[in-house]
C-alpha cells in the first residue's frame, strides 16, 4: 500500500521532531527518612555572651561513642565526639545547612528560622516563620545548667528525619513536623525520662547500688548501649567532671566556673568541652596539672589519686558551706597493708574512716592497690560516699576529727 506524498511528508516531519526534541528532566523527588531515636540528639551548645548554638549529632551504629548522659531536667551531654576524630563515628550538623523545618511532608526549609532562646527555668528550641513572624515551639531542655550542653527534647508533633534525594539518603536533619498532632497537643509539654539507673553489666558488680545512686544523683552516667562499663578506667578530666557534678547536687554549695572558655593547661585547649571544669579545678586546687605544666585529660587516674582529688574535693565543700576544711570522721581508719611507704599513705588512711571513701580493692582483704587505675565502679562508689559525707541528712555514727593532710611527691 503507497503513501501519499501528505503522509510521507507529514511521517518525516515527525520523526525529525522525535529525533531533535530534547528529553524533559524528570522531577527530583525530595523525601524524608526517619531516624531513631537512640541514634540522634538536638543540643543546645553553650556559645559564651550570645547564649547557645543548635547542634544535631547522629551515632553510627557500632562506633565509638558520639555522647553520654546523665541527670534530668536537664539533662547534661557530655560531648565525646570533641575528644577525639569523629570521622566514622559521629555525624554532626551545626548551622541551617545541615538542619531545617519540614512541616506535614513539605520542605519548608527556607520558611522557618531555628533558634534556641530562653522560657522559664530552662530553654526552648523555636521555629519562627519568616514570613509571618508565628512561632512553634520544637523542643525544650527542662532546665538550666550553666555552660553545660544540654538536651532539647522535642515536643509531641515533632521528630527527627533526614532528608533524601531520588531515595538517596543524605547528611541534612529535618525537625519534622505534624501540623495536627502539634495543634493536638496544645501546650501539653513532654516529661523528660529519668535517668537510667539500670544497666546490662553491673548486674554482678559489688558497687550495683552505689552506681545506681550515682546515676540517680546525677554526677556520673551509663552510655548510650546501656551500658555503664564499670571496669573502665576513669580518665583525670572525666573525674574533674564526676567531681563537679556531684557538688553540683549540694544545695548549699554555690559553684562558679568560668563563663568565658579559657585555656586552663598548655594541652587543654579552650574549646575542650572539660575546658571550664578544669579551670574552675585548678583555680579551687582540687586538682593539680604536672611539673612540666600539662595536664594530661585522658590519663587514667590511680585509685590513690582519686581519693587525693576527693579529700580535697570534702574540703572545699567544707568551706563553701561556711565549715571548716578540717575533716570529720565516722568510722575507724582501716590499716592497708600496701601503703606504708606511698605518697598518699595519710590521705587514704584519713578517707578510709571519712563514710569509708577509701576502702579495700574489690572490698576485701587489707589491700588498697594504691597505683592501679580506678575503675568507673569504685569511682562512682567513693565519690557518692563522699557526698554523703558532705550532706548532713546522710551523715551516720559517731564522728571524731582528723588532722587535714597534704599531698607530697604525687599530681592529683
Known amino acids: 500500500m503507497k503513501l501519499s506524498k501528505k503522509l510521507k511528508l507529514a511521517a518525516i516531519l515527525t520523526t525529525a521532531i522525535a529525533l531533535t526534541t530534547p528529553l524533559l528532566p524528570t522531577v527530583a523527588q525530595v523525601t524524608e527518612e526517619p531516624v531513631p531515636d537512640d541514634q540522634v540528639v538536638a543540643v543546645a551548645v553553650p556559645a559564651g555572651a550570645i547564649g547557645y548554638n543548635l547542634a544535631v549529632v547522629e551515632q553510627i551504629p557500632g562506633q565509638q561513642n558520639c555522647w553520654s548522659e546523665r541527670g534530668s531536667e536537664p539533662t547534661i551531654i557530655n560531648p565525646l565526639w570533641t575528644t577525639f576524630d569523629f570521622t566514622g563515628s559521629c555525624r554532626r550538623s551545626t548551622d541551617s545547612n545541615g538542619y531545617s523545618v519540614r512541616l506535614d511532608g513539605q520542605d519548608t526549609s527556607l520558611d522557618y528560622l531555628l533558634t534556641i532562646v530562653p522560657q522559664g527555668d530552662g530553654f526552648q528550641l523555636v521555629a519562627q516563620n519568616r514570613n509571618d513572624r508565628s512561632k512553634s515551639v520544637v523542643g525544650q531542655t527542662f532546665g538550666q545548667a550553666e555552660g553545660e550542653y544540654l538536651k532539647i527534647y522535642l515536643n509531641p508533633g515533632w521528630k527527627f528525619t533526614k532528608k533524601t534525594f531520588d531515595g538517596k539518603v543524605l547528611g541534612h536533619y529535618f525537625f519534622s513536623g505534624n501540623s495536627q498532632a502539634i495543634a493536638a ?43 555503664f562499663r564499670p571496669t ?41 568541652w572539660s575546658a571550664n571544669k578544669i579551670q574552675w579545678a585548678k583555680e579551687n586546687e582540687i586538682v593539680k596539672g604536672y611539673p612540666d605544666g600539662s595536664f594530661k585529660p585522658d590519663t587514667p587516674v590511680t585509685r590513690a589519686e582519686l581519693i587525693a582529688v576527693l579529700q580535697n574535693l570534702a574540703k572545699f565543700a567544707n568551706n563553701k558551706q561556711g565549715q571548716s576544711a578540717e575533716l570529720v570522721t565516722n568510722k575507724q ?42 575503675q568507673r565502679d569504685y569511682a562512682a562508689a567513693a565519690t557518692l560516699r563522699t557526698h554523703g559525707c558532705l550532706t548532713p541528712t546522710k551523715s551516720t555514727g559517731s564522728t571524731e576529727s582528723t588532722e587535714s593532710t597534704e599531698n607530697t611527691g604525687q599530681n592529683q
Open 333 to 374: 581508719p582501716v590499716n592497708f597493708s600496701d601503703i606504708a611507704n606511698h605518697w598518699g599513705a595519710q590521705t587514704i588512711q584519713t578517707m578510709s574512716a571519712y563514710c569509708g571513701v577509701a576502702s579495700p580493692y574489690q572490698e576485701t582483704g587489707d589491700s588498697f592497690n594504691p597505683d592501679t587505675p580506678a
Open 232 to 272: 573502665e578506667s576513669l580518665t583525670r578530666e572525666q573525674l574533674v567532671s564526676m567531681a563537679y557534678g556531684a557538688l553540683e547536687t549540694i544545695d548549699s554549695v554555690n559553684l562558679e566556673t568560668p563563663s568565658v572558655p579559657t585555656q586552663p593547661y598548655p594541652d587543654v585547649e579552650s574549646s575542650r
Open 185 to 227: 497537643a496544645g501546650d501539653t509539654v513532654p516529661t523528660p525520662p529519668a535517668p537510667s539507673a539500670s544497666f546490662s553489666d553491673i548486674s554482678r558488680d559489688i558497687y550495683k547500688d552505689e552506681i545506681e545512686q550515682a546515676v540517680a544523683l546525677g554526677f556520673i552516667a551509663g552510655y548510650k548501649d546501656q551500658t
